[in-house]
């Protein structure tokens, strides 16, 4: 499962998660800090009206552009590696029918139903990259025993069969989900493959290189260190 900072886990754990959350000072003040409440209402609205999937479609037709100019040098395999969760698919319906505290047997349960929509413009790019030749891998912090749960889902919304899809290790146990991820870009670009981007919802999903170019998407809703 993905282990998630959320809104509420960053207030219960304390000192553990703040300095993930990089709030370079104590406040001083609670006038210094965004109130919980009205955080969760501004993502709403930030997601209901339609502004957040406009900002995913701006980051999603930059990565089709930058596609489309790499195939003119005709790079040998090329491919793309997108993150699954809030990325590929999209976790909101879940994260706001549990007022934003993550829950991981609630979200096991989800996972285990494949419930999860797709979010359209990286749908879109999957499959336009892909009937231009393009393989399309998936790199997820999900864990290796949903594997079967996690492609049925994708392949259920319309993603294309996956050329790779690799989940993380149960007995991975890193603070941070950048070695496996960046690793598993180098295995790809060992099998041949030109990585010609990344896309996740999260800067650990980008770092550790093995990618021409990140593109990151909005998520205001938690951190995946
Ligand atoms: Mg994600």
Redesign the pocket.
Known sequence: M?VRITLLSVLLAGAVAAPIIARDAVPLSASQIPNLDAVKTEIKAYYDSGNWEREVSGVTASAQAFVDAQLRTHPVKPAIVL?????ALS?YIYEVSHDFAYDPWAYESDVQAEAFPAIAPTLALARHVKSEGVAVFFV??RRTPDRAVTLANLLNVGYPKPDGLYLRPTGDRAASVIPFKSRMRAYIESQGYTVLLSM???WS?LRGGHAERDFKLP?PMYQ?P
């Not at 993150?83 to 990325?87: A, G, S």
């Open positions: 993905v993150d699954i969760d809030d990325t976790d997820t912090g996740g919802d999260q999903d998520n995946v």
